[in-house]
């Protein structure tokens, strides 16, 4: 992985966090979350669209990986 | 509506920024707690990044202005200060607890993303010899999460690990007394170095929101 992909990483992983801590952690003082933040709520959109980011950069970092393996 | 960032102890003053659609903060004191609010027009229909922004960095400022804070979950807001009174009222010694549990800590997160070993030759395995493999691989996972995860846990105060739906070889956050936050980073620091072919991505220090839930029977 090279240095750039490596901080577009770091960036979207601290992304994911930040949204997931807002969204999903937290003290709920009562009752139920009335907002249904499932279905198709722009941050959750953005969250899949990062997600899959991630996802895609770690499957480079693999192939990365596996081809110096099969140099060596 | 009244929209609730955060319970606070200790904050000297309010930050100088609005929050969730430009509103002024305020202050509410409630059964001895010290809340953060603003209004809102309306009920929140749908979650937008404005939103989720706007919460997120007022949090982060009365971290940085309070000697403790239980960050409060996006997404509820309440009807009335009626309403905001009972629900604070009802729940007040546990979020006392709360405060008094995460005073004087950050939160860091890390994510270890996944790791795969090379698979060599299984379509020379048996199927026994297969599933072997596979135990092995997740032995082999399971020990080294343990082996990344133990010394980080020995610095903090309290911890979380989060489900493996994610594929993530480890996924945690850990409640770190600001006092050892210089030690939490040189571990972590210390594990990227003897774990090259790991991609550790370490994210803090946040505001306490993996600890801030509180148990009806704290």
Known sequence: MSIRDEQQLRYQVTLVELVDRVLNKGVVVAGDITLSVADGGLVYVGLRVLLSSVATLEEQRERALAAVGAQS | ?218
């Open chain 2, 1 to 218: 509506m009244i929209h609730l960032y955060a319970l606070v102890r200790g904050l000297d003053e309010l930050p100088p920024l609005t929050g969730v659609e430009g509103a002024p903060l305020e202050r509410r004191q409630i059964a001895g707690l010290d809340l953060v609010v603003s209004r809102t027009g309306q009920e929140l229909t749908e979650v937008t990044n404005e939103a989720v922004m706007a919460h997120a960095s007022v949090v982060e400022e009365l971290t940085t202005r309070s000697r403790a804070i239980l960050p409060v979950r996006f997404g509820r807001a309440f009807a009335s200060e009626a309403e905001l009174t009972a629900a604070v009222g009802t729940k007040a010694p546990a979020l006392e607890h709360g405060l008094t549990r995460v005073r004087g800590c950050v939160e860091f997160g890390l994510r270890v993303l996944g790791h795969e070993p090379p698979r060599q030759g299984s379509a020379t395995l048996s199927g026994a010899e297969y599933m072997r493999a596979r135990l092995d691989e997740e032995a082999e996972r399971h020990r080294l999460s343990e082996e990344l995860h133990r010394p980080l846990a020995l610095l903090s105060r309290a911890e979380a690990r989060f489900g493996g739906a994610s594929g993530d070889l480890l996924h945690a956050a850990y409640l770190v007394p600001e006092e050892r936050t210089v030690a939490f980073r040189d571990r972590i620091a210390g594990l990227e170095r003897l774990h090259p072919e790991l991609t550790m991505v370490c994210t803090g220090p946040w505001p306490p929101y993996s600890f801030a839930e509180t148990r009806e029977d704290a």
